[in-house]
């Protein structure tokens, strides 16, 4: 399951953001999305775990809690809109 990740300190490492969600399970990724410009955190994240029981009870038990500081919201990831499919 792909979960996505709010709120995030702008301080957080992608490994930081690993350790966590390991706590719950199998991690396969976590990747804290960056400007490509600047390299500069957005604030936001995606972690990928294997097992889908995990990844409910990461959701369940992180949403609404904090990480370094900031107050993170975690969900389910929406698969990416296709451009050009606003209409």
């Known amino acids: 399951m792909n979960i996505y990740v709010g709120n995030l300190s702008y301080k957080v490492s992608d490994q930081e ?3 966590v969600f390991e706590e ?3 991690v396969t ?3 804290v ?3 490509r410009e ?3 955190s957005k604030g936001f ?3 990928e775990m294997t ?3 995990e990844a409910q009870a990461a959701i369940d038990e992180l949403d609404g809690t904090e990480i370094n ?3 993170v919201k975690v969900n389910k990831a929406r698969p990416k809109e296709q451009a050009g499919s606003r209409r």
């Open 17 to 19: 953001l690993m350790e």
């Open 24 to 26: 719950f399970g199998n």
């Open 29 to 31: 990724s976590a990747k």
């Open 33 to 35: 999305i960056k400007d």
């Open 38 to 40: 600047s390299g500069r």
């Open 45 to 47: 994240g995606f972690v």
């Open 51 to 53: 097992n889908n029981d």
């Open 69 to 71: 500081g900031r107050t």
